[in-house]
């Protein structure tokens, strides 16, 4: 690579740096992990710099290389999880409610397979249009818009599961606190009565 392509992807770089890690935290939530994804998809980009004819597509096939790194990542990865019926509760670092929001929808996009989880991210938080979607994923936008469609209707059923059981427990502890106050009742009528 020549002088003035490698100044050309290091000014490429500090400009877009940002908006890469943001994509990056959006494909894997731990933020270290997402560093090192956006590090490896850089060094990987960099050394095919060269070959990318239109420059103004860089973002497109940087995306690209952090969702195949991802995936790689992905089955490489070793089977020491063990499946549960419950998930736990999403960690709410932040009082406010957005952060909240993110936080739980973070954690519920676990749940979706990498394929999935790539569409929803470019489609709703990339905002990228279907044909977009498809051409940085390299599917067709038919396929773009069934994984989508089964991805939204997980996530969906995902939060009502989540909303049902969070229900069942405020139920159970308040059901422990009638019979609590129930019992402290009695007791102060046993006194009374004595």
């Given amino acids: 690579?020549?002088?003035?392509?490698?100044?050309?992807?290091?000014?490429?770089?500090?400009?877009?740096?940002?908006?890469?890690?943001?994509?990056?935290?959006?494909?894997?939530?731990?933020?270290?992990?997402?560093?090192?994804?956006?590090?490896?998809?850089?060094?990987?980009?960099?050394?095919?710099?060269?070959?990318?004819a239109d420059k103004s597509l860089a973002d497109a096939y940087l995306r690209r290389v952090m969702i195949n790194?991802?995936?790689?990542?992905?089955?490489?990865?070793?089977?020491?999880?063990?499946?549960?019926?419950?998930?736990?509760?999403a960690s709410v670092e932040d009082a406010t409610e957005q952060h909240a929001d993110r936080a739980l929808l973070m954690d519920i996009l676990k749940v979706l397979a990498p394929k999935q989880r790539s569409v929803v991210v470019?489609?709703?938080?990339?905002?990228?249009?279907?044909?977009?979607?498809?051409?940085?994923?390299?599917?067709s936008t038919g396929t773009v818009k069934s994984t989508l469609h089964r991805a939204l209707a997980r996530l969906r059923q995902e939060l009502e599961n989540r909303a049902v059981d969070s229900d069942a427990r405020v139920?159970?502890?308040?059901?422990?606190?009638?019979?609590?106050?129930?019992r402290v009742h009695e007791r102060g009528r046993e006194r009374c009565a004595a």
């Avoid at 470019?122 to 599917?139: K, P, Y």
């Fill in 1 to 52: 690579m020549s002088h003035g392509e490698v100044l050309e992807f290091e000014e490429y770089v500090r400009t877009r740096q940002d908006a890469l890690l943001r994509s990056a935290r959006r494909l894997v939530p731990d933020p270290v992990d997402a560093q090192d994804l956006l590090q490896t998809a850089l060094a990987r980009t960099y050394g095919r710099w060269d070959g990318i």
């Fill in 69 to 89: 790194t991802r995936t790689e990542w992905w089955r490489a990865r070793k089977l020491e999880e063990v499946p549960t019926e419950q998930l736990p509760d």
């Fill in 122 to 139: 470019l489609r709703h938080w990339e905002q990228m249009s279907t044909e977009e979607t498809a051409a940085a994923l390299g599917m």
């Fill in 171 to 182: 139920l159970e502890r308040g059901g422990r606190a009638e019979r609590a106050a129930g």
